[in-house]
């Protein structure tokens, strides 16, 4: 079992930055992938990012990328998602994930075995 917990979440204006965070604790070593994914009021759960633990690829969403940022610590104690240049349009819920990930799958929320709450993220001016 791998327990997951974000945090970092807030209210921003466009053109602000957030680091959200994400801890993990448990068998984090039976996980090879972990990822942020978001759902905004009305839409279905959608891919931000993700890294691989082997080899630290990382891979974004076409929305995001050039914007967002994950990192990890080598222990897969805690994942981090740098966020720049916020547009309203990334307001959501923004949940971590694990699971022990096929790369071809990485974008799939159905393949990941274990979910974090969640942190509220708004960006508005």
């Known amino acids: 079992q791998v327990h997951l917990v974000e945090s970092g979440g807030g209210l921003v204006q466009p053109g602000d930055s957030l680091r959200l965070s994400c801890a993990a604790s448990?068998?984090?070593?039976?996980?090879?992938?972990m990822g942020w994914f978001r759902q905004a009021p009305g839409k279905e759960r959608e891919f931000v990012a993700a890294?691989?633990?082997?080899?630290?690829?990382?891979l974004y969403a076409g929305s995001v990328k050039g914007r967002f940022t994950i990192s990890g610590e080598n222990s897969r104690s805690t994942m981090y998602l740098q966020m720049n240049s916020l547009k309203p349009e990334d307001t959501a819920v923004y949940y971590c994930?694990?699971?022990?990930?096929?790369?071809?799958?990485?974008?799939?929320?159905?393949?990941?075995?274990?979910w974090g709450q969640g942190t509220q993220v708004t960006v508005s001016s």
């Open positions: 448990g068998r984090t070593f039976t996980s090879n992938t």
């Open positions: 994930a694990a699971g022990r990930i096929d790369r071809a799958l990485v974008r799939e929320a159905r393949v990941y075995d274990y």
């Open positions: 890294i691989e633990w082997s080899g630290g690829t990382t």
